[in-house]
């Protein structure tokens, strides 16, 4: 069945640094990408998407980035800070394709930030 | 805040009981869904309601069960719980029957 991959499990950065979670998606019909974060005790947050016609999107110190020929797309955090500490799930989605979103979310990645 | 609201925030139970959660989305979103979340399975889609009827059906067990009423407000109820049903249980909504979806605080469910 579809399977989103997402690695790596955990990651640790300094402040500062920069910060990248590649994920893999196996469903070619997969037009929709969504980011979300997790903080410890709510709900996942949509941080970031990006469509299939679209091979990168910003957003100030996010970014995503997909090549959609290997089926792969990244998050990129850029200037860490404390507070982007978080679990970090990607998604991916048949937007129109069905009658309805099928959506896939990877396994997650725990973030920390050091300060 | 998602705007997204979700009933009770915590919920302890015992095997063989049946509890009912909530959740009232976004105001003008007409699509609720619900997911679990458990350390071992991660989010898992469980349902989909869109102005008040079933679109899209997941990784939902026989003994689980969701509405949507005619205010927009969904239920999922939850019946002869397992102690294997203890996750985070959340609700999403969206403005269609696709699109953004955007998560609740979440209901966490403990069976005993």
């Known amino acids: 069945g579809e399977n989103v991959e997402q690695h790596p499990s955990t990651l640790s950065v300094q402040e500062g640094d920069s910060a990248v979670i590649k994920c893999t998606y196996s469903?070619?019909?997969?037009?929709?990408f969504p980011w979300y974060k997790q903080e410890l005790g709510k709900g996942p947050q949509l941080i970031i998407d990006?469509?299939?016609?679209?091979g990168e999107k910003k957003d100030q110190r996010i970014a995503v980035t997909l090549n959609k020929t290997a089926k792969h797309f990244s998050l990129h955090i850029t200037e860490t800070q404390p507070e982007d500490s978080a679990v970090y799930f990607c998604?991916?989605?048949?937007?129109?394709?069905?009658?309805?979103?099928?959506?896939?979310f990877g396994p997650g990645t725990s973030l920390s930030v050091i300060p | 805040d998602s705007g997204v609201t979700q009933t009770p925030k915590h919920l302890i139970t015992a095997t063989g009981q049946r509890v009912t959660l909530r959740c009232s989305p976004r105001?003008?979103?007409?699509?609720v869904y619900w997911y679990q979340q458990s350390l071992d399975q991660g989010l898992q889609f469980l349902i989909q309601?869109?102005?008040?009827?079933?679109?899209a059906k997941g990784n939902i067990l026989e003994r689980f069960s969701a509405q949507q009423f005619p205010d927009l407000h969904s239920e999922l109820n939850l019946s002869s719980l397992e102690l294997g049903d203890s996750a985070l249980y959340f609700c999403?909504?969206?403005?269609?029957?696709?699109?953004?979806?955007?998560f609740g605080p979440g209901t966490r469910l403990t069976v005993t």
């Open positions: 999403a909504s969206s403005a269609r029957d696709r699109g953004e979806q955007y």
């Open positions: 469903d070619s019909a997969s037009n929709y």
């Open positions: 990006i469509r299939s016609n679209v």
């Open positions: 998604a991916a989605s048949t937007q129109g394709k069905t009658s309805y979103d099928k959506v896939i």
């Open positions: 105001s003008g979103d007409l699509s």
């Open positions: 309601y869109y102005n008040g009827e079933e679109r």
